[in-house]
């Protein structure tokens, strides 16, 4: 089981990334997906997760900013990150909730579930 993400760089406060992560080694069909980051010093944070059902969920300090996406037939899950702020520099992590249902949760996800390696974004201001 492997989940690889990519997409990550340095780009300017205001400006827009898209991060993609695909998984290899397992059918995603019922399985919720989601982002999570981790910033220098903090601990990690939930970003979004959306289900096969596509229900999404986010957190608050990027609703309405970051878009979560999903092509189940091909395993990815996707971030487009618009409006992006300083703060928002992370490491970004994808992963697979193994025991989703039809809603999701970022506080679902725990050490038993699918994490991948992160992609760096850097924000400048």
């Known amino acids: 089981v492997q989940l690889q993400a990519s997409g990550g760089g340095l780009v300017q406060a205001g400006g827009s990334l898209r991060l993609s992560c695909v998984g290899t080694?397992?059918?995603?069909?019922?399985?919720?997906l989601g982002w999570f980051r981790q910033a220098p010093g903090k601990v990690r944070e939930g970003v979004a997760s959306i289900t096969s059902y596509d229900n999404s969920v986010y957190s608050d300090s990027v609703k309405g900013r970051f878009t979560i996406s999903r092509d189940t037939a091909k395993n990815m899950v996707f971030l487009q990150m618009d409006n992006l702020k300083p703060e928002d520099t992370a490491v970004y992590y994808c992963?697979?909730?193994?025991?989703?249902?039809?809603?999701?949760?970022?506080?679902?996800?725990?050490?038993?579930?699918?994490w991948g390696q992160g992609t760096q974004v850097t924000v400048s201001s």
């Open positions: 992963a697979a909730d193994t025991n989703a249902g039809r809603r999701t949760r970022l506080s679902d996800y725990g050490p038993d579930d699918y």
């Open positions: 080694g397992f059918n995603s069909d019922y399985y919720a």
